[in-house]
């Protein structure tokens, strides 16, 4: 019998087969691997009872391409041939599993040492950096409000260093690149407190910043934010644009399998916005497939180290919401609260309000009250506008639902916020 699985998933995907052989292609090249399908095999495959095995880099391309295992695609797959990843789009049970933090969390150095003279060197560039470093705590735990302050300040002195000081160019370089990670950080920041037009601003700085000094791995960064701010303020063309364009400096600049799970998050928080599910699905499938190859990652920037498992599941979770089914979105989300680790109060408030609000939409009020009370014995320590737009949000449609529970968490939202964001 023909291989009538393979066949119809190609032509649900949209593929003749000459398309889907120019597909394979560029799945191939974007994810690193040396495979290749002619029109001829794809025909075998689809034709012959028992149909051919792939090999296994073609194997690893077909899955992401369709977000299936090989077996699910009308193929007799070896046991030891198996992928054992969780797919997307599969129910059942989310596997746990543990977030490995990153150095985040550096103690801040000292401020700059008084100085004789305008002449700056490598220690000066280490204290910076120091400083720098200690942003990514503070907005993990506290949010993006309290981290602007420091970061405005940081800001001014190192511009006012660049403009006056005595420098190589090696140590200008160092310092340049410490603003362009500076400006990506600030564009977080009014990606999650507003306002937008001043993250915008930001982002565009930290992306002139790096090309400028020629780092193709801060470029990255700062589209990766852009990417986000576009979404949010309606700008999916450039969004788009962008994550096309990160995949390409990606692989130019010799980055490794965490980066490139940050550029296909990216790519799937734009399928999810603009209702392309089928695309969110293969986008969290490659997503999938660079995770499985993080750790070969000999030096991941500080700013990709967010990335893994729990960001994965957090964005399919997000797929399925935009979809219109929250029930199966909660298992993703339970799996993500589950397993971020401390010194995440931010983030961890964060996934718990979506989970709150996605439990609401799935009739689950009782136990979705119960997760936004979690959310409010944290909100104290967290001064987050994202954060309190969201609990608003899910204030309103909690009173709705007139019961007891509802009215009693929506009083503690309304007392918890007040003089914040309706």
Known sequence: ????????????????????????????????????????????????????????????????????????????????????????????????????????????????????????????????????????AVDHQSGGIPAKARAERLERELTHVLSSSVYTSGVGRDLQAALSELHSNQAWYGYDSGPLGQARTAAMEALTTAQLIGDGLLQLSALETLVLIDIKTDRLWEAASAVESAYGLANRSGAGPTVHLVIALREANVATRAGDTAAARRALSRALSYQSRTDTDIDVPS??????????????????????????????????????????????????????????DAGEAEEACAEMGSVLDAYEEIDSDRLTQRMHAFRKTAIAMDTVVTRDISARICEATRGGRP
């Open 1 to 136: 019998m023909a291989n009538r699985t393979l066949a119809s998933l190609r032509r649900k995907a949209g593929y003749t087969q000459a398309s889907f052989v120019a597909a394979f292609a560029r799945e191939a090249a974007r994810l690193g691997f040396d495979a290749s399908v002619s029109v001829r095999q794809l025909r075998r495959w689809e034709s012959e009872s028992p149909p051919p095995l792939p090999h296994p880099s073609q194997q690893a391309v077909l899955e992401v391409v369709f977000g299936l295992p090989l077996a699910e695609m009308g193929f007799d797959v070896p046991a030891h041939r198996c992928s054992d990843v969780e797919w997307i789009g599969h129910d059942g049970d989310v596997k746990r599993r543990a977030f490995v933090t990153g150095s985040g969390a550096i103690a801040a150095a000292a401020v700059l040492p008084n100085q004789h003279g305008p002449r700056i060197g490598a220690s000066e560039v280490a204290a910076f950096r120091a400083r720098l470093a200690d942003l990514y």
């Open 303 to 360: 700013w990709a180290r967010f990335a893994g498992p729990i960001e994965i599941d957090y964005a399919t979770a997000d797929m399925y919401v935009a979809a219109g089914e929250p029930r199966r979105a909660v298992p993703f989300l339970r799996a993500a609260v589950d397993g971020l680790a401390g010194g995440y109060a931010r983030n961890a408030a964060w996934y718990r309000s979506k989970l709150a609000c996605t439990l609401l």
